[in-house]
């Protein structure tokens, strides 16, 4: 019982670990990396914005598989989306290249010195689609992914254990840092000085001001108490140590990789159209055909 409600607790922090028996769990944590390389050095070649767009609707089949729900998915998403409205915006105005030869799509409110470009625009939707699928496809990972196994198969790897311990607390206090930090907006409720209160400038500065510096107190001192539970340990005195639990490939790790170059190898010769399949169409020529 114990074990369920950490798990329910687990399940509101975005890049907190969440045990299961699916697909993306029974995984090596190194095979998961594996396919974020491939994923994110394929995203950087693509120029086509409907490519890009069915890569990110994979990312969430995929994640969905992950037996992370659409709802708790989107909850988790929703602090990017904000971020991305407000990036997209700012990318349209402060993105554009002054010159008579480029499209102007209209001028917002009709205003001759307020143009939406298209090339603006299209910089502006290619680096939200990659935010987003970058962001995504790390919380799969982090869903799916044990802080404990991923150290354990880092050390399989012969990289010293004392790196990947560090690394491993560093993942570790992600979902931390977002706990204390809802745990510090209940207490500034409590006390009455929450978000419904913050109706000027001035004191939505100041709650942001004093959450992020008690969050960062906060942080601090349970770093300082791990590094002195480390040293009275005598952490990293042996250049070796033994693990209890041993971390290693299986055949569905190896015919995961497999596909994953497969899939990845298709991927380079249709993008240097390679294969006799048409490219994907543009999507300005398709929003022209249309209206």
């Known amino acids: 019982m114990k074990n369920k409600n950490k798990v329910l607790d687990h399940k509101f922090y975005t890049f907190a670990y969440l045990p299961g028996n699916s697909f993306m769990h029974k995984l090596n944590p190194l095979s998961k990396i594996f396919l974020l390389i491939l994923l994110t050095i394929s995203i950087f070649m693509i120029k086509s914005l409907i490519l890009l767009a069915i890569i990110f609707m994979m990312i969430i089949l995929l994640t969905l598989i992950s037996k992370i729900s659409l709802k708790d998915l989107l909850r988790k998403l929703k602090f990017i989306f904000i971020i991305l409205i407000i990036s997209l915006v700012l990318n349209i105005f402060f993105n554009a290249i002054p010159s008579n030869q480029e499209t102007v799509l209209f001028y917002l409110f009709n205003i001759s010195f307020l143009p939406i470009r298209?090339?603006?625009?299209?910089?502006?939707?290619?680096?939200?689609?990659?935010?987003?699928?970058?962001?995504?496809?790390?919380?799969?990972?982090?869903?799916?992914?044990s802080p404990k196994d991923f150290l354990y198969s880092l050390v399989r790897l012969k990289i010293p254990y004392r790196y990947c311990f560090s690394l491993m607390v560093g993942i570790r206090y992600i979902p931390l840092i977002e706990q204390e930090a809802k745990t510090i907006a209940l207490a500034q409720r409590a006390r009455g000085f929450g978000l419904e209160r913050a109706n000027s400038v001035k004191k939505a500065y100041r709650l942001i001001f004093e959450r992020l510096v008690a969050t960062l107190i906060s942080i601090l001192r349970k770093g300082h108490i791990t590094s002195i539970s480390m040293e009275n340990r005598c952490f990293g005195i042996h250049k070796q140590r033994t693990n209890m639990k041993i971390i290693k490939f299986k055949s569905i790790d190896g015919l995961f990789i497999f596909f994953c170059?497969?899939?990845?190898?298709?991927?380079?010769?249709?993008?240097?159209?390679?294969?006799?399949?048409?490219?994907?169409?543009?999507?300005y020529k398709l929003f022209l055909t249309i209206f």
């Open 118 to 145: 298209r090339l603006a625009l299209y910089y502006a939707l290619k680096a939200s689609i990659i935010v987003l699928i970058l962001y995504t496809s790390t919380i799969m990972y982090a869903n799916t992914t």
């Open 261 to 283: 170059v497969l899939g990845f190898s298709f991927f380079l010769l249709f993008l240097f159209q390679l294969l006799p399949i048409p490219p994907v169409p543009s999507l």
